[in-house]
């Protein structure tokens, strides 16, 4: 009897302790290089490890940055606007924008759709911190 008052808690602690480190090591890890991939295909109109502008503007540098802030680029109202009124590219903003740029910024005129998944979402913005 002794043993089973004991032994149960035990056990019951073991297997919860056990389900939820199973359950973190479901959640990814952001991964740089995959976000490299997925980012070649904003990479016609933006770069992301130099100072060029393209198209668009350069993102080197973007996480942390003000919305409309690279000064030899003309950016549109909206992102000029979203910049002054103190937008900053981070986790959360760049992670609206590359799912619905013209949803998360009315008035852009980025012509991207947006990224379905949120794992390329996520480790679109870990390739983009690796080029600060």
């Known amino acids: 009897m002794a043993y089973e008052m004991i032994f149960r808690p035990l056990m019951a ?4 302790g056990t ?4 359950t973190a090591t479901l959640t990814q890890a952001a991964d740089a290089a995959h976000g490299q991939q997925v980012f070649r295909q904003c990479s016609a109109c933006h ?3 130099t100072a060029t502008n393209k198209v668009g503007p350069s993102l080197k540098g973007v996480v ?11 950016y549109s ?11 900053v590219w981070d986790d959360a903003t760049l992670g609206a924008f590359l799912a ?20 390329d979402i996520d480790d679109v ?8």
């Open 64 to 74: 942390g940055r003000h919305a409309g802030a690279v000064a030899d680029y003309k």
């Open 100 to 119: 619905s740029p013209r949803k998360a910024m009315p008035g852009t005129r980025m012509s991207f759709f947006g990224l379905s998944k949120q794992a």
């Open 125 to 132: 913005i870990e390739y983009l911190k690796s080029n600060p």
């Open 77 to 87: 109202k909206a992102l000029t606007d979203a910049g002054t009124g103190g937008t």
């Open 13 to 16: 602690a073991v297997v919860y």
């Open 47 to 49: 770069s992301a490890d």
């Open 19 to 22: 389900l939820c480190l199973g």
